[in-house]
């Protein structure tokens, strides 16, 4: 007997998740759409929350009137991911993104936090990013408390895809946000990353 899933369009789990049948209101579980496969999202940390409030006030500062900064939110990466980084900044829309989420042609970049879920966030997550063109792609690493940095998207002759460039940033480190190349930011990642 052969065994069939169901794979979902992003349209179809944009259904669901407005009939409310994707969150259990007493369980508060958070899902996101990966490939046509609804998955669960792991459980957020201490060390993960500290090291989001923390990022979050320091992109607010760099960031300001420059693009819009979503937190948690969904993004769309056709034709059937729906992914919900901890991060993304996008450009300014007129409409404000309230005729659909970003897609890649409007996202400067991804921001993940890490530690539990590394390898997934690395290794699926991040070739999907890169597989949909996504420019830069940024992985705060709890495990070794390290920003990793993903530039240059490809894809192979057969579709598959990973970025070309992948670099570390420690903890007494800074690093330039290039997505504004007129302009001289700068994120120190000690003020991020939570003090062990």
Same mark, same amino acid.
């Given at each position: 007997?052969?065994?069939?899933t169901k794979?979902?369009?992003?349209?179809?789990?944009?259904?669901?998740?407005?009939?409310?049948i994707?969150q259990?209101?007493?369980?508060?579980?958070?899902?996101?759409?990966?490939?046509?496969?609804?998955?669960?999202?792991?459980?957020?940390?201490?060390?993960?929350?500290?090291?989001?409030?923390?990022?979050?006030?320091?992109?607010?500062?760099?960031?300001?009137?420059?693009?819009?900064?979503?937190?948690?939110?969904?993004? &769309?990466?056709?034709?059937?991911?729906?992914?919900?980084?901890?991060?993304?900044?996008?450009?300014?829309r007129?409409?404000n993104?309230?005729t659909?989420?970003?897609?890649?042609?409007?996202?400067?970049?991804?921001?993940?936090?890490?530690?539990?879920?590394?390898?997934?966030?690395?290794?699926?997550?991040?070739?999907?990013?890169?597989?949909a063109?996504?420019?830069?792609?940024w992985? &705060?690493?709890l495990?070794?408390?390290?920003?990793e940095?993903?530039s240059e998207?490809?894809?192979?002759?057969?579709?598959?895809?990973?970025?070309?460039?992948?670099?570390?940033?420690?903890?007494?480190?800074?690093?330039? &946000?290039?997505? &504004?190349?007129?302009?001289?930011?700068?994120?120190e990642?000690?003020?991020?990353?939570?003090?062990?």
């Open positions: 007997m052969l065994v069939q794979r979902f369009t992003i349209a179809e789990y944009q259904r669901l998740a407005d009939l409310g994707l259990d209101s007493a369980e508060k579980e958070r899902t996101e759409l990966i490939r046509g496969e609804i998955t669960q999202m792991a459980a957020k940390g201490t060390r993960h929350t500290v090291c989001c409030s923390n990022l979050m006030r320091e992109l607010y500062k760099l960031v300001n009137d420059l693009a819009i900064i979503r937190c948690q939110d969904p993004i &769309f990466l056709l034709p059937d991911s729906s992914p919900e980084p901890d991060f993304v900044i996008v450009r300014d007129e409409d993104y309230l659909g989420h970003p897609t890649p042609d409007y996202i400067l970049l991804v921001i993940e936090i890490a530690d539990s879920s590394i390898d997934y966030d690395r290794d699926i997550k991040g070739v999907l990013y890169a597989e063109g996504i420019a830069n792609y992985l &705060f690493n495990v070794d408390n390290r920003l940095i993903y998207p490809y894809r192979d002759m057969q579709g598959k895809g990973n970025y070309a460039q992948r670099r570390y940033v420690l903890a007494h480190e800074s690093i330039a &946000f290039t997505i &504004f190349p007129n302009l001289d930011l700068q994120l990642i000690s003020k991020v990353l939570p003090k062990i």
